[in-house]
């Protein structure tokens, strides 16, 4: 069964700093792969997502992740965090041929002036 | 474009009453989801539809009944709420391999 880890419920960045989330995922066969993002009092959006192809994935907000097969990740990265990144950050996985969608536990993203 | 639209926005149930949440999609997708999110457990997948007449279960359907009798729309009922049923709820249009576009959610408490 697909199932979703993210190291850490909460991180702490200054602003300016590098932004790191850690999502590992436990698939037969690699996935597709997302992070969405929820900011307060308000639905999920999706940040970006891996179906295919190229593996580094650039999404909105200056975001990025990387589809890493061997080590079952797809960390997401930010080079320069802002005040309005402070949000939750959810990583999620959807099995090739499964119809539902599996989501890690959630990450809060803190940012200090 | 309104995208997904959940109605209420907040509702309190006595234990053992019933309710439905409402969701509308004006996307024209087939798929729809519901979703309960809890502190510290993320999104769990209750119901979801790949298109009118047709639902199945996700991770946690007990205590919730769905149906889908227009594209448009998805309701999920409550038959006799439970405190255990005191989450915020969020129903998603979109297919998992693609997008899932998000409701703003609805915050039920059970008292």
């Known amino acids: 069964a697909q199932s979703v880890t993210q190291l850490g419920s909460h991180v702490s960045v200054s602003e300016g700093a590098l932004v790191l989330l850690r999502c590992n995922y436990s698939s037969s066969v690699p996935p597709y792969l997302f992070w969405y993002v929820q900011y307060p009092n308000q639905g999920l959006q999706l940040l970006l997502k891996y179906t295919t192809g190229a593996t580094l994935v650039k999404g909105i907000n200056g975001f990025e992740a990387e589809f890493k097969k061997s080590e079952t990740s797809f960390h997401l990265t930010k080079p320069s965090a802002h005040m309005s990144d402070a949000a939750e950050y959810f990583c999620?996985?959807?099995?090739?041929?499964?119809?539902?969608?599996?989501f890690g536990k959630g990450t809060k993203l803190t940012v200090n002036p | 474009n309104a995208g997904v639209t959940q109605t209420p926005k907040f509702q309190v149930l006595k234990t053992g009453q019933s309710m439905t949440l409402q969701c509308a999609q004006d996307m024209n997708h087939e798929y729809m989801s519901w979703y309960r999110q809890d502190p510290g457990m993320g999104l769990r997948l209750i119901h979801y539809?790949?298109?009118?007449?047709?639902?199945d279960q996700g991770e946690v359907p007990n205590g919730y009944n769905v149906s889908r009798s227009t594209t448009e729309d998805f309701p999920l009922r409550l038959l006799s709420a439970a405190p255990s049923q005191t989450s915020v709820y969020f129903c998603?249009?979109?297919?998992?391999?693609?997008?899932?576009?998000f409701g703003q959610g609805t915050r039920l408490t059970v008292v």
């Open positions: 998603a249009s979109g297919r998992p391999f693609s997008e899932a576009f």
């Open positions: 999620a996985v959807s099995e090739r041929g499964s119809e539902k969608l599996v």
């Open positions: 539809s790949v298109g009118a007449g047709i639902t």
